[in-house]
């Protein structure tokens, strides 16, 4: 009895730890100081002492640090997706820094509460409206959701904008590079304009707020990305050559990238740009111009009746629910009106279906894996080739719209 006394007395702990607090931001500036030489404008947060409401563009996956940089030494309670949470030692740290687990791209009244606690002992809650990582530069798909997030929270928006953190940290590559970043908020709405504003007007405020695009912003800003293999990981995106029309085709190495079938190639600048090799080569100049090409492809596939398919692995937390690991084998595929896995899962033969109309997005790392987002249980799906997540990624993006 009295163990089980001692257990109600013991306080919940909302915030994150100051020692932990101070090791983060330390770390921090001095991360982003030698990666980015990174400039802060702060003049907005001055105008909210109290608690508020964090959004930001969600470009790199390096925000969490600069979040913290940015600002100072003011505490913030991440919201993650639950996922995170099952993978070490990214789940240990968000444990130790108290994140707000929340299911990506549904809603979620526990996390709801938390952040409503944070808010009210005056901490900030850092949430990214996109869910994930843009992957040229340009925001993502934002769900409507947030508005009821915002209109529940009941407290002030503020948004962080980064310039420079998708050049600096693109989710496609695969080696280190330095680049010039700077970071500035800007007051989205005050908690008393909130019910004067209807549901449209929110969503708008928070798009504009957040919005960059890296690439039009290079035409003029002209910042140098130093990297030897500036390249390398565009293979795992550009899954259509442009000039053949061959899938998986792409390879690359260090500044250039080819078409293994007709030999189309390009070469990218410092600035990010692509460039024919030769007169004969197509190309588009910027990465959002060739994914944007891709998913009218894609689109035009899927209106046509094309299935998209690959033998996969399956992962889950189904056999240890504090941990991912695979379950089972078998095959997935997405049409225009079904998506759904079969093969075996714990040992039984399965077909499970999911409704299109309950996903937005599809979770991902480029090359590597991608999720599901259902009801059920959380499901990773690791594709035979690994050339084909994005294109599952981008037959969801065009189904949305």
């Known amino acids: 009895m009295e163990k089980e006394k001692k257990k109600k007395k013991k306080k919940e702990r909302i915030l994150m730890p100051m020692w932990l607090n101070i090791i983060l931001t330390i770390a921090g500036k001095i991360m982003l100081f030698f990666k980015t030489g990174i400039r802060y404008n702060r003049k907005a947060l001055k105008n909210h002492k109290d608690g508020f409401l964090l959004v930001y563009n969600h470009y790199s996956n390096q925000d969490h640090f600069f979040i913290k940089a940015s600002l100072n030494f003011r505490r913030v309670s991440y919201v993650v997706a639950s996922c995170f949470l099952l993978t070490k030692p990214v789940g240990t740290l968000l444990k130790w820094a108290n994140a707000i687990s929340k299911e990506q791209f549904k809603p979620d009244l526990v996390a709801i509460r938390k952040m409503k606690k944070v808010l009210d002992k005056k901490g900030i809650v850092a949430i990214a409206p996109t869910g994930q990582i843009t992957i040229d530069g340009k925001p993502s798909y934002m769900s409507p959701a947030i508005v009821k997030l915002v209109k529940l929270a009941k407290a002030d928006v503020v948004a962080m904008r980064t310039h420079g953190a998708h050049l600096t940290f693109p989710k496609w590559r695969l080696s280190g590079r330095t680049c010039k970043v700077t970071s500035e908020f800007v007051t989205v709405l005050k908690k008393e304009e909130l019910s004067t504003l209807t549901d449209e007007e929110i969503l708008r405020r928070i798009e504009e707020a957040i919005y960059v695009d890296e690439f039009a912003e290079q035409r003029t800003l002209k910042r140098k990305i130093h990297t030897k293999r500036i390249a390398e990981g565009l293979e795992n ?19 250039e990238c080819h078409c293994t079938e007709c030999g189309n190639a390009f070469v990218m600048d410092q600035f990010g740009f692509m460039h024919p090799k030769t007169e004969q080569d197509k190309v588009f100049e910027m990465v959002s111009d060739w994914v944007s090409w891709q998913k009218q492809v894609i689109g035009k596939e899927l209106e046509d009746g094309i299935e998209f398919s690959d033998d996969c692995e399956y992962m889950s937390n189904l056999i240890n629910p504090k941990k991912l690991e695979i379950c ?5 595929v997405l049409k225009k009106d079904e998506f759904y896995i079969e093969g075996k899962l714990l040992d039984e033969e399965i077909k499970k279906e999911f409704k299109l109309s309950l996903i937005s997005q599809l979770p991902y790392d480029p090359g590597k894996r991608f999720e599901i987002p259902n009801e059920d249980f959380f499901l990773r799906i690791i594709t035979t080739n690994k050339k084909k997540v994005f294109e599952f990624v981008q037959c969801i993006d065009y189904l949305i719209g």
């Open 328 to 332: 089972g084998s078998g095959k997935v």
């Open 237 to 255: 995106i550009f899954i259509r050559c442009p000039k053949c029309g061959k899938k998986y085709s792409y390879e690359s190495h260090k500044n």
